[in-house]
């Protein structure tokens, strides 16, 4: 009896994308006959991984965990829509989510840690085997506080922690539990609405800065305003543009009339101690991805088109 070895199961995983089980057996069927395995998975329908692998995949879910005093955002992507609202897509994504809870943000080790008997990049392999699209864990990110709470909130939510946007922000407090928490999620869903570049000035890329900078200079020079008055009006120019893209000098989305800082110092008074807020991370799915263009109803149009 042919001696089936991991490095054959890994390899026809490889060139199938089939399950990890589904490889083993067809080997087994075959004698190890490499060439057969692989029209074996094909016949049963199960080669589906290798053959999805290069469709674009711009849907799926965002994931998002928290525990004590560390929280993760997760983003796997599917090609459509409706994989999103599969419950084994679901349980993927949570999975892999719990899994970043222990290792951090990055994919790599997250792909390679072990769930049971096989590893993160195994089980996507296999869910995509099953459901039938190409599937991908794209990005991880993970915030923790020594003190305080990591406030979350996930939009257009399909379960708990899986929605189209997800965000995490790392609040560091000695203050009340509940409260804290509370103030943690209505900054959250701050961070949601309004996008903001950093938590505050000190922040944001000096690239960006300095493209405002000279924005603003070069449009009052066209003007003809003096040098020393440009400077001054460069520099009110930058405390407006703060006040879109820092999370702290934004207007409340809760309460418009204050700011963000406003906001806190009022929350330090119910909590009871000072609140910073170290850091956040917002997702939104499939946000950078170069989408294909496609035009459905012009293509039907093309095919019914009369010669």
């Given at each position: 009896m042919t001696n089936i070895t991991a490095q054959m199961v890994k390899e026809l995983r490889e060139r199938t994308g089939a399950g990890m089980m589904d490889c083993k057996g067809a080997l087994t069927e075959t004698g190890g006959e490499m060439e057969q395995a692989?029209?074996?998975?094909?016949?049963?329908?199960?080669?589906k991984a290798a053959k999805k692998a290069g469709r674009i995949a711009a849907e799926g879910l965002i994931g998002l965990a928290v525990e004590g005093s560390q929280g993760v955002l997760v983003e796997v992507n599917s090609e459509t829509d409706f994989v999103a609202r599969n419950e084994l897509f679901q349980g993927l994504v949570k999975m892999i989510a719990n899994v970043a809870l222990t290792l951090g943000g990055d994919v790599e080790k997250i792909k390679a840690a072990k769930v049971g008997e096989i590893t993160v990049a195994e089980a996507i392999a296999d869910t995509i085997a099953k459901i039938g699209e190409n599937m991908s864990l794209r990005r991880a990110s993970s915030l923790s506080v020594a003190n305080g709470v990591i406030g979350s909130y996930v939009h257009n939510s399909v379960d708990e922690g899986l929605g189209k946007i997800g965000v995490i922000v790392a609040l560091e407090s000695t203050g009340t539990g509940d409260e804290l928490k509370r103030f943690g999620r209505m900054l959250a869903m701050h961070v949601a609405a309004s996008?903001?570049?950093?938590?505050?000035?000190?922040?944001?890329?000096?690239?960006?800065?300095?493209?405002?900078?000279?924005v603003l200079a070069d449009k009052y020079k066209a003007q003809g305003k003096p040098a020393?008055?440009?400077?001054?009006?460069?520099?009110?120019?930058?405390?407006?543009?703060?006040?879109?893209?820092?999370?702290?000098d934004q207007a409340f989305i809760h309460d418009p009339d204050k700011s963000?800082?406003?906001?806190?110092?009022?929350?330090?008074?119910?909590v009871g101690a000072p609140i910073k807020v170290t850091g956040f991370v917002r997702y939104v799915l499939g946000e950078g991805i170069d989408r294909p263009n496609d035009d459905f109803g012009g293509d039907v149009a093309a095919l019914i088109k009369p010669n």
């Open positions: 692989v029209d074996l998975l094909r016949k049963r329908g199960l080669a996008n903001p570049q950093a938590v505050d000035p000190s922040g944001l890329d000096p690239d960006v800065v300095r493209r405002e900078k000279e020393n008055v440009i400077d001054k009006i460069v520099e009110s120019g930058l405390k407006t543009f703060y006040k879109e893209v820092c999370l702290v963000v800082s406003q906001a806190i110092k009022d929350a330090e008074g119910k």
